[in-house]
């Protein structure tokens, strides 16, 4: 748009009026002829070049700026010879002024002038210093690299984000926070795509709202960065708005903070453990200044065990103190005056409460000597231990109510630590032996009392049942205090906890004394009785068969039976009494063995001969399995009697099955004979109980099965005594097996 003061061209305005204005205005102004020579210039113009009027009229301009020939000249005739003017923002010139060769930067315009005729006449220089300007914004340009390299070191990306078309531009750094290489631009809506889903649209979105609000950007969030590692970033913004206060920019730092926040969560999370462990263990938590007493930092629960409500009331540094009972006002100073020695504070005490009821506390606390001038304070923790305190007592009365009964019965009882040690016995103990309490718990003490005969097996057989936790029974004499000894039974169990660990063995001796005299009176009448049945039974045998032997041919039938029932009976007699007598021979030990090597095969084939002989009712299959040289070393004729008692068993208890089996083999270095049969059989639990003495499955049906119940128990005994085993396999109404095995001859 053409200016209607300042008509074109420039010929038509008045001559001076043009001149006057160019002298005037505030840039350097010059025209230079198309031979290069200087025709005018305003004072703007020769001030910047620091040279006089008469230096330069009418000079040739490369004359005049010799320095600037071979820049200059080629920019003019290009001018000249386009006829397009040409324009230089900042052109960096070195000028001699005052004798000083300066760098100095202009803007500087040559702008060609034609005549009417389209003559070329002048170049019309325009020249505006911009030295300052550039000097400006060269600081700048160094404070922005100053401040990239402080940003940069102290790990701070920058960023100016344009709202309008959301392009940012971003230091290098940021490109690594989010994983990137160190040079790469990345663009916003890549960096959003960085945000976890969850941050972005909680906490980044929201301080956009707020920024757009307030003008400050602030938030802390997680990406995860190119690499896929999950990072923290806290951002730092400003919005900057246009005139009409719409945003239009954005400049902010960002930093990556993940390691703090690792560190706070890390913190956080230890914080968390430790409220829940307070939490769980029901403490109250408490700091006090250690010479003032004055607590402070009070948990909610540390007020809430002395009564308080910790939202609503106010309370004081000495609270605590208060509630207090005053009887244990002198344990609470007495451990205060401790823990100044050891660092550890520990009293329990009684408190009352506002209503007046009364509870138990425990107080923990450590003493944290002063340091960096602070005082010297106890952090400490509070228990309220009332159910434990009343669990105490109850555990404390029950345990007096029981040494009470365990003192008042007259049988020995005492107690024994998991290791065997034995560390309490009750009044009988005193009152049978007439010691004193502590010389029985010294060492082994009791042992003393213990008859030196049993001593050795005694400690055996008590180390055996403590090294495997199995029950402790074993018949021993105690000296009473009349240096007397009598028998005694003892037992001992042990109490096992949850994991199966020993916690406790209790232990009961019983005077057996009278019994085991009176067992020994029984064994003794049942010798004599033996010796003096044996005489006359012997006798009546002895004539029996001399009868049959005279009269066994007779046709009087009644007779013959009548013989042949007297022997039976005489035999049975005879069976029974030689029972009668092995049993109290076991008892008193003093059941003999007398061993030598034999084939057990033989023993097995001529008893099963036998037998068939006596009792025609059954067939006895023998079965052989293995070798034939079956050789033990034993006592033939109980071997024998185990045989014979288990085939009489077999026939007796199948009355209604007519076969008996019978069976030797070898299994490892034992020999093994096992008696089949296929009669009334027996339930599981009766199978351990048929070899204790006098025990009978058929006890109610004696007509049909007649018997004392000790065959059994010999039989055990006998095969025991020769290191060997007996057991049994049976169900019921099916049918039993029983087997016993000896250890063969070793050759
Ligand atoms: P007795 O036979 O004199 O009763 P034992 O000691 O020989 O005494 O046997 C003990 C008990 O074992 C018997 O009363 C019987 O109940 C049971 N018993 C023994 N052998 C057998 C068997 N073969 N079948 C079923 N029960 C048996």
Redesign the pocket.
Known sequence: MMNPQFPQPLSAMKEGVLESIIEKVPFGFSLINADYVLESANDAWLKIIQKSENEVIGKNVFDVFPEMKDLLKPILENVKETKQPFYSPEYSWKLMRQGILENVFFNFVYHPIYTDSGRFQHFACVVIEVTDLVETKNKIKNEEERLRLATESSHTATWDLNLKNSEIIHSSYLSKIFGYEDGDAISHQQMRGHLVEYDRINIVEKAYERALKTGKYKYEARIIDKKGNLKWIFTNGKIFRDEENQPIRMLGVMQDITERKTNEILLQESHHQLNTALDATKLGRFDMDYETQHKYNFSPRFLSILGYDADTENLDCKVFEKHIHPKYLKVRNEALKKAKSTGDLYYQTKIILRDGKVKWVEIYGRLLESFEGSKPYVSGTMRDITDLKEFERKIRESEQKYRFLADAIPQIVWIGESDGRLTYFNQATMDYSGKDYNTFLEGNGWLDIVHPNERDENIRLWTDSVTHKIPFSFEHRFRNKNNEYRWFLSRAAPQLDEFGNVTKWVGTSTDIDDMKKQDEHKNNFIKIANHELKTPVTTIKGYVQLLKKMRGNSDDKFLVNSLNTIENQINKLNHLMGELLDISRIESGKLPLHKGDFSLLKLVTETIEDIKAAEQSHHINFELSGAKDIEVFADKDRITQVLN?LLT??I???PNSKEVNVQLFVEGNCAVVSVE?F????DEPELNK?FERF?????EDEVT?P???????IVKDIVERHEGKIWVE?EKQKG?K?YFSLPLLEK
């Open positions: 008692n068993n077999a007796k208890y199948s049969d009669g009334i059989g027996m048929i025990y009978r499955v058929s006890g099965f018997g004392f119940g000790i065959g059994l128990f049976s039993s029983f």
